[in-house]
């Protein structure tokens, strides 16, 4: 008797594996992660050039960027203070999934970090169906998206820990019905955890940057 098994499934049950593998990884190392989802230019790299300056002298951390083709953001977030940051070029694919961290965690002594921050290449899609084995999935949306991204990519913001609203400078620019978007997230994530800030002005930065530190000294 043949027993057919979806191939997309399949590959979602070896990957969930190796996430779990990879998360007893980290957990063996005492570090706290977090795996950082979001649009194209939603401000990944910039909320973790904002972040690391604060968080120096309190935690050792280690960045793990994906991107399609460049170093561009291993490079800043080396230069934003991490203690080591180590580039995952997917070479093309659109998500970073536990393979490709297992093979940049082989990279890294996380014994020498507090807090690993993970950033995911820039799509709202399928990002969200690939466990890294990270212990929180935190989702930057940005102003300038729409007030409609909820609606529009809820598996996303329904599997997401914490939600930071970025580029809160802009509101008095755009088009962008906060209380249509918060009850948009509320719809699928009750209670979501959320910081609204800006890293251009760093306002709202601090709170996101205590939840950090709250969260590697639990
Ligand atoms: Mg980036
Ligand atoms: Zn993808």
Known sequence: MTQHIPVVENILNANDRLAQANRARIEAA?????????????????????????????????????????SIDSDRAAAAGAGAAVQINTGGTCHLDAVM?????????????????????????????????THKTVLVASIPEGDDKPYKYPGTYRGVDVLIINKIDLLPYVDFRMDYFTQGVQALNPGIVTFPMSCRTGEGVDAWVDWLVGNVHR
């Open 30 to 70: 005492g570090v706290f992660s977090i795996n950082i989802l979001a649009s194209p230019g939603a401000g990944k790299t910039s909320l973790i050039e904002k972040t690391l300056p604060l968080l120096k002298g309190k935690l050792r951390v280690a960045a793990i960027d994906g991107d399609i083709a460049t």
């Open 101 to 133: 961290l297992n093979g940049a965690l082989e990279q890294l002594d996380l014994t020498q970090f507090d807090l690993l921050i993970v950033e995911n290449v820039g799509n709202l899609i399928c990002p969200a169906n690939f466990k890294l084995g």
